[in-house]
DNA sequence: ATGTGC
C-alpha cells in the first residue's frame, strides 16, 4: 500500500501513515487521541489493503460512538464499512457492518464415516445429487428444483424468524435438537431481550413484505456468490492441544466432515435493505452528517425506536440464517444416509462472520459489529463458561479455498487485541469482472479435475474460483502470527456445491 | 448477497 506519515503535507485522505508493531499487528493512526485502528497482516497482506478500504476503515472508526475499529487481513472493500472488519460500540448500532447478508455463517457437519468411504468418484457423484435434491442454489430459486427439501409454510416461517433454533422450532423441522448447543447464538431476542418484540415487530411489518410465504420456503437453501457446501477430510494437526481441542469439537481425524457457508438469504437481504433506506431517509430529513460522508455508514443511536428496529429486524434475519444453517445439516445428513446407510452426523460449530452481539469490550458492554469477521473467544473466556468450550476456546471456521482447503481453529488469549475476532476467510483478491477478465473457464475447471474434487457445476463459477481469492496460507500466517488463534485441523475438499451451471446427472 | 432485478 502507499504510506504516508500524518504530517505529509498532502493530507490525502487515501494514505495513512502505518506504524508496525511487530511482524502481524500494525496500527493505522486516526489522529487526536482516539485509539487507533489495529491492523492484523503481515506486510504482504496490508499490501492488499486498497485505498478505498482503507478509507472506509478511517471514516468506520471515526464514526460517533466507535471505539474500536479492527482491519483484518481478508479485509476489502464492502458496504460503509471494509469485510473484514470489527467495529465497537457501547453507544450506538451500526447496520453497515452487519451487511445486507444478515448473520452470514459457516457450519461444519462431522460424520461416522471415513475418509475411504468417499474416494471413488460414484459414490462422491451420488452424494452431490443427494444434497442438491434436498439444498438448492441459486438466487431466487428457492426449492424449486429441490423435489426432497421441507416445505416451511407461513406459520412456521413465523415462528422460525421470532425463535430460532427453539426446541419446538428444531422438532418442526427434523433438526436434532441438541445441535442448538453448537450454535454461537442459536435465538436472537430484540431490543428488550425478549422474542415478545421480535413478534410484535414481525406483524408490523408482515404487511409491507413481499412473498413472505415465498421467502420462508427457501430454509434449507445455500443460495448464490460465495456460499458453498463443501465435503471435507479432517487432517487434525499434530500437536497434543490441537488433539484435544479436537476431541472437544467433536473432529475426527480422517474423517469426513461437511463445511457449509450461507446466510439469511431473501428475508435477510429485505430486512437489512429495508432498515438501510428507512434510516438513509432519516438522516437526510434530519439532515444529519453522515460518518465520513458515506451513506452507507448510517446508524442509530441506542434507546432511539430506530436503533430498536434494526436490532429486532437483524434479530429476526439473524433467526432465519441460524435456522437454514441447521435446517441444511439435517438435510445433508439425510442426503448422505440415503446414499451410505447408516451413516451419523454431529454439528461440531455454527458460527456467523455478519452480525453484531452485545459482548463486554475493556469492562464495557458494547455491540460488537463483525462484518466479516468471527468471533474468537480463547479458553477461560467468562462467555464459555458451562458450554463445552470452556477449556478449549469455541471451533472457529474459516474457510479459503477449495484447493487450499479450510481450517478449524482455537483462539489464542492475544485474540483480546483484536476485540476477539478473527477473519473469515480468505478474502477476495480479485473483483468478480476482474476475474473473469484474468482467468480462463477450462484453466479453472481443469484445476479441479487435477485435484480430484467433484462439484455440481458443468463449468465452475469462473469469479469464485481459487485464484480470485487471497493467499490463504499468508492470512493464516497473519492469524497465528498476530497470536490470535491456533489451527486444530486442517479441512481438504472432496467435492462441492455451488450456485453454477448445474450438471445434468 | 439478493432479486418487487440498482
Given at each position: 500500500m502507499s504510506i504516508a506519515t500524518e504530517n505529509d503535507s498532502s493530507s490525502a485522505p487515501s494514505k495513512f501513515q502505518m506504524i508496525a508493531d511487530g511482524e502481524a499487528t500494525a496500527i493505522l493512526p486516526t489522529g487526536g487521541k482516539q485509539k487507533p485502528i489495529t491492523v492484523i497482516g503481515t506486510e504482504a497482506i496490508r499490501a492488499t489493503f486498497d485505498d478505498l478500504c482503507l478509507q472506509q476503515a478511517i471514516n468506520s472508526r471515526l464514526a460517533p460512538g466507535v471505539t474500536d475499529l479492527v482491519l483484518n487481513p481478508d479485509a476489502h472493500c464492502g458496504y460503509g464499512a471494509p469485510v473484514g472488519c470489527v467495529m465497537v460500540s457501547p453507544t450506538h448500532i451500526y447496520p453497515g457492518p452487519v451487511?445486507?447478508?444478515?448473520?452470514?455463517s459457516m457450519s461444519l457437519l462431522q460424520t461416522s464415516l471415513p475418509a475411504d468411504a468417499i474416494l471413488d468418484r460414484p459414490t462422491r457423484r451420488a452424494l452431490i445429487n443427494a444434497i442438491c435434491e434436498r439444498t438448492p442454489t441459486g438466487?431466487?430459486?428457492?426449492?424449486?428444483?429441490?423435489?426432497?427439501s421441507r416445505h416451511v409454510g407461513e406459520a412456521l416461517g413465523k415462528r422460525v424468524l421470532v425463535e430460532g433454533a427453539s426446541r419446538g422450532v428444531c422438532e418442526e423441522l427434523g433438526i436434532p435438537p441438541e445441535w442448538a448447543a453448537r450454535c454461537e447464538d442459536s435465538a436472537h431476542v430484540g431490543?428488550?431481550?425478549?422474542?415478545g418484540a421480535l413478534a410484535l415487530r414481525l406483524e408490523q411489518l408482515l404487511p409491507q413484505m413481499h412473498r413472505f410465504d415465498a421467502k420462508m420456503t427457501q430454509l434449507g437453501s445455500y443460495g448464490g456468490g460465495n456460499h458453498f457446501g463443501e465435503c471435507e477430510v479432517v487432517h487434525v494437526e499434530a500437536n497434543d492441544r490441537a488433539r484435544e481441542a479436537a476431541r472437544v469439537f467433536g473432529l475426527v481425524d480422517g474423517g469426513v466432515a461437511f463445511l457449509s457457508h450461507c446466510g439469511s438469504r431473501g428475508i435477510g437481504h429485505q430486512l437489512a435493505s429495508g432498515q438501510f433506506k428507512a434510516l438513509q431517509g432519516k438522516f437526510t430529513q434530519w439532515d444529519i452528517p453522515l460518518p465520513g460522508g458515506d451513506r452507507e455508514l448510517v446508524y442509530a443511536p441506542l434507546g432511539t425506536p430506530e436503533a430498536d428496529a434494526y436490532i429486532d429486524d437483524m434479530a429476526l434475519g439473524a433467526n432465519f440464517a441460524t435456522v437454514n444453517h441447521l435446517l441444511i445439516n439435517a438435510l445433508v445428513l439425510e442426503a448422505f444416509q440415503e446414499v451410505l446407510p447408516g451413516v451419523a452426523g454431529q454439528l461440531v460449530y455454527f458460527i456467523s462472520h455478519n452480525i453484531a452481539r452485545k459482548e463486554v469490550v475493556n469492562n464495557n458492554i458494547a455491540w460488537v459489529h463483525r462484518k466479516g469477521a468471527t468471533r474468537a473467544f480463547p479458553a477461560g473466556h467468562h462467555a464459555l463458561r458451562d458450554t463445552p468450550f470452556a477449556e478449549t476456546g469455541h471451533p472457529i471456521l474459516l474457510p479459503g479455498n477449495p484447493q487450499a482447503g479450510s481450517v478449524v481453529m482455537a483462539a489464542d488469549a492475544g485474540a483480546a487485541v483484536s476485540c476477539y475476532s478473527v477473519n473469515h476467510g480468505a478474502g477476495r483478491q480479485l473483483g468478480r469482472k476482474a476475474a473473469k477478465r484474468a482467468l480462463d473457464q477450462k484453466e479453472v475447471d481443469r484445476s479441479f479435475e487435477e485435484a480430484d474434487i467433484l462439484t455440481n457445476c458443468r463449468a465452475y463459477p469462473i469469479d469464485e474460483a481459487p485464484a480470485a481469492y487471497k493467499d490463504f496460507d499468508e492470512v493464516l500466517r497473519s492469524v497465528k502470527s498476530a497470536g490470535l488463534a491456533s489451527e486444530v485441523a486442517r479441512l481438504k475438499a472432496k467435492f462441492v456445491i455451488k450456485d453454477g451451471d448445474q450438471a445434468d446427472d
Open positions: 451487511g445486507v447478508d444478515i448473520k452470514c438466487a431466487g430459486r428457492g426449492q424449486r428444483n429441490a423435489p426432497k431490543h428488550d431481550d425478549s422474542t
